[in-house]
């Protein structure tokens, strides 16, 4: 077994593409629609779904806006160079809700964004991917 998607459910399906395509640089794998059920479907990812998992995006017609819960937490990417990303991210447009850094109590480097619907994505240091948050 592996984890193939997740799901987020998005307000503006394009807005969305933009921010995970424009500003994380994801690429757009595939769309759908489903005339009968009212909703559209968009996949993005670092790598084609047979080699990678990847985040679904879907867009309820005539929905905007969701209560994100309580249960959800985030998404993490693994990059290199954490700084550098974080600058990356904001020169695009995103929304920095934690400035790159150790995280509290450890030295695993994180930095979180936040998505156009208010969903964390969190940035971990590949090098310190593997370590727990430790």
């Given amino acids: ?58 867009y309820n017609w005539g929905v905007d806006s969701y209560d994100l819960g309580t249960a959800y937490g985030h998404i993490a990417l693994g990059v ?3 700084y550098a990303t974080v600058e990356a991210v904001r020169k695009a447009g995103g929304n920095i809700t934690r400035e790159a850094g150790p995280v509290k109590g450890g030295t695993t480097l994180i930095a979180f964004v936040e998505d156009p619907d208010g969903y964390k994505i969190e940035f971990i240091e590949n090098k310190d991917a593997l370590k727990a948050l430790g």
Avoid: C, P, W
């Avoid at 997740?6 to 503006?12: A, C, D, I, K, S």
């Avoid at 500003?23 to 759908?32: E, N, Q």
């Fill in 80 to 82: 290199d160079d954490i």
């Fill in 1 to 58: 077994m592996r984890i193939l998607h997740t799901m987020l459910r998005v307000g503006n399906l394009e807005r969305s593409i933009k921010f995970y395509t424009e500003v994380l640089g994801m690429r757009l794998l595939r769309t759908s629609e489903n005339e009968q059920y009212k909703y559209s479907l968009a996949f993005l990812g670092y790598a084609d779904e047979s080699e990678s998992a990847v985040i679904e995006l879907t």
